[in-house]
């Protein structure tokens, strides 16, 4: 389906987003965070769809913040429900039951750098910036910053990145753990083909599961345990289990079909 500010395209199973407003340093204003929270139903009922990069139009900028020109005037129950839909939007991306990659281009502050981390995990250029700049504005991070953030990359770093409002460049991301590789910009999306091409070749189930149980480490209302025995239990149920297993024993690739 057509979207106002994203595009898309669907190559061999990875479907690819890009936020597309580089006028605006592809900010996250209204219509954007509708267009993400739609693609990513598609992204959930299309079967094609084995797996998804998220990324920046233009050689600048991933997503350079949210729009703050809608922030003027709002209430503080409007400024709560502005943050609770931008939650439940990045939780639909981390939830997602297929692999989603940031490739950062550049620019990932405040609302960017929530919807890099709120993917599976990220990729950066070499010209990467990384920020949580919202005290600048008498702000915090509302769409998951704060808990994310301090997921990655440990209390310390995070408070201090968070309440100084500093940016972070590609290789120090890296040291910290905020990203997994970084590459010239020229090879950031590549890079990640290759990787979800390896992914893709996969039980999807498994894939899946993978991401259910890692997950479960940060939900409280989860014992991550319980849900990795869960899980591991219910591969047990899908005829890619069967094929896995059998190929391995029968020193062969094996062929998965997501069932």
């Known amino acids: ?18 936020i597309n407003r580089p006028d605006k340093l592809n900010a996250l204003n209204r219509q954007v965070m509708q267009d993400i929270n739609d693609v990513m139903d598609e992204v ?4 094609e769809i084995r797996s998804v990069i998220i990324t920046g139009a233009g050689p600048k900028s991933f997503v350079a913040g949210a729009d703050i020109s809608e922030f003027v005037g709002a209430s503080v129950e409007q400024g709560k429900m502005m943050a609770k839909k931008g939650q439940d939007i ?8 297929k692999p989603i990659v940031a490739c950062v281009n550049g620019f990932a502050l405040g609302g960017g750098c929530e919807l890099a981390m709120s993917c ?5 250029s070499d010209n990467a910036k990384f920020g949580q700049p919202e005290v600048n504005l008498g702000l915090i ?15 310390g770093r995070a408070l201090e990145l968070t309440m100084s409002g500093n940016m ?12 997994n590789h970084v590459v010239p910009q020229v090879e950031l999306l590549d890079k990640a083909k290759s990787i979800l091409t390896i992914i ?18 940060f939900d409280e209302t989860k014992n991550g345990y319980a849900t990795e025995i869960d899980e591991f239990g219910k591969c047990f149920s899908t005829e890619d289990m069967k094929e896995g297993t059998s190929a391995f024993l029968e020193k062969r690739k094996p062929v998965f079909k997501g069932k």
Do not use: W
């Open 1 to 18: 389906m057509p979207y106002e500010t994203i595009l898309t395209s669907l190559e061999e199973n990875i479907l690819t987003i890009t």
């Open 168 to 179: 972070i460049d590609a290789a120090t991301a890296l040291q910290y753990g905020l990203v």
């Open 90 to 97: 990045f939780f639909k991306i981390e939830n997602a039951p």
């Open 44 to 47: 959930y009922s299309n079967h």
């Open 120 to 124: 599976h995990f990220r990729i950066a």
């Open 141 to 155: 991070p509302g769409y998951g910053g704060t808990q994310r953030l301090t997921q990655l990359i440990g209390k």
């Open 200 to 217: 893709n070749s996969k039980a999807p189930y498994a894939v899946g599961a993978c991401i259910i149980a890692a997950n479960a480490v």
